[in-house]
């Protein structure tokens, strides 16, 4: 195996998916400015995300829809003169 080819930051990070509050405990270089206390009583860094294979359809078998900051609307206004 090559050595150094590991990243220095490879730490214990808390991925929160933020649609449905699940959580999940694993190890990361991912950087992160907010930290979480987790169930072990230990403060981690915490790192949000939109989706995850708690909320992805694929693996939960629901569709659901998510709209993140207006962003079909903004689609709808933009192009509203076009379906006249």
Do not use: Q
Request: charged residues 30%; hydrophobic residues 35%.
């Amino acid at each position: 195996m090559k050595n150094d080819i590991h990243p220095k930051a490879y730490r214990y990070v808390v991925f929160r998916d933020i649609s449905n509050d699940e959580a999940i405990l694993t190890k990361s270089c991912a950087n992160s400015k907010e930290t979480v206390v987790w169930t072990d009583g230990k403060e981690y860094p915490l790192v949000k995300m939109e989706i995850s294979a708690f909320s992805h359809p694929f693996f939960t078998g629901k569709m659901k829809f998510v709209d993140t900051a207006g962003r079909i609307d903004k689609f709808n206004k933009k192009f509203a003169k076009f379906s006249k």
